[in-house]
């Protein structure tokens, strides 16, 4: 089993930056964690792709993300991380985060974060 924790949302006015993170782990030893995405939902509004990046570090974005948002990893902690700048109230959202990963060699599966808030005022 893995667990992704994220954290880093909150309550932002519109301009400001938050950074998300997204922490996987496993009480197994051997962790191998592969393509990680983030997306988000807002109400009313089906859940979209915002940003994916590869281990090698091969990123792309959604048209509404670009120029603003920065996807990166840590591979060493197992972690994702989602740069938010200049946010905008139709950022507002929870966000979660996505990879697949392998735990002891194993099949690589989905997992995902249970989700965090974002909320931009105007």
């Known amino acids: 089993q893995v667990q992704l924790v994220e954290s880093g949302g909150g309550l932002v006015q519109a301009g400001g930056s938050l950074r998300l993170s997204c922490a996987a782990s496993?009480?197994?030893?051997?962790?191998?964690?592969?393509?990680g995405e983030w997306y988000r939902q807002a109400p009313g509004k089906q859940r979209e792709l915002v940003a994916t990046?590869?281990?090698?570090?091969?990123?792309t974005y959604a048209d509404a993300a670009k120029g603003r948002f920065t996807i990166s990893r840590d591979n060493t902690k197992n972690t994702l991380y989602l740069q938010m700048n200049n946010l905008k109230p139709e950022d507002t959202a929870v966000y979660y985060c996505?990879?697949?990963?392998?735990?002891?060699?194993?099949?690589?599966?989905?997992?995902w974060g249970q989700g965090t808030q974002v909320t931009v005022s105007s």
């Open positions: 996505k990879t697949s990963a392998s735990t002891n060699y194993g099949p690589f599966r989905d997992y």
């Open positions: 990046i590869t281990r090698a570090e091969t990123t």
């Open positions: 496993t009480r197994i030893f051997s962790l191998t964690i592969g393509t």
